[in-house]
């Protein structure tokens, strides 16, 4: 396990981060799809333009980085975490990992299973589609479509709206 820095502009055909606790920091504008895997961390402290293709390991996308690119459907899944503390502009999909909010998601959130958290001070524009468990300290603009557990917190703001299909919406203290 080390660390590799990327720095200055770079196009890869994608990023590959599988060695063993490996860690990948770009401090660059870098244009790749990225496959993290399990024990190993993926940081963009820039301007990172590229999907997370594949993630059971940890992705960060610190409170300097913007994040232009999707979470593809079925890429972040049982021990994945992808985090963003800055600016993710694209579609965050969930499907059995973990994915946290603490920034600004211009994009619509689809927490297919697993577990999704927007928290104080984050924002989500997109509609939130919830059939695992999501839990909202934040703002979640464009509203929520849940069929899961839903845990709305003091302090959260559901602005546009809550449709319950199913499932439970509990603690509505926002």
Excluded: C, E
């Excluded at 990023?15 to 660059?28: E, F, H």
């Excluded at 973990?98 to 958290?117: C, E, K, M, Q, R």
């Amino acid at each position: 396990g080390g660390t590799t820095y990327l720095t200055g502009t770079n196009s890869f055909a994608n990023i590959r981060n599988t060695g063993v606790n490996a860690t990948i920091i770009n401090n660059g504008v870098t244009t790749d799809d990225l496959f993290n895997t399990v024990g190993n961390t993926y940081i963009n402290n820039a301007t990172q333009n590229a999907n997370v293709a594949l993630n059971t390991g940890t992705v960060i996308n610190s409170a300097t980085g913007t994040w232009n690119g999707d979470v593809n459907a079925g890429a972040n899944t049982g021990t994945g975490v992808v985090t963003n503390q800055g600016t993710w502009n694209g579609v965050g999909n969930n499907d059995g990992g973990h994915l946290n909010n603490y920034g600004v998601w211009t994009g619509p959130i689809n927490n297919n299973s697993g577990a999704f958290d927007n928290f104080a001070g984050g924002t989500v524009s997109g509609l939130v589609t919830n059939a695992g468990t999501s839990t909202n300290a934040g703002a979640l603009n464009g509203g929520v479509t849940n069929s899961g557990n839903f845990y709305n917190m003091s302090g959260g703001a559901v602005v546009g709206g809550l449709t319950n299909t199913a499932g439970l919406s509990v603690n509505n203290a926002g």
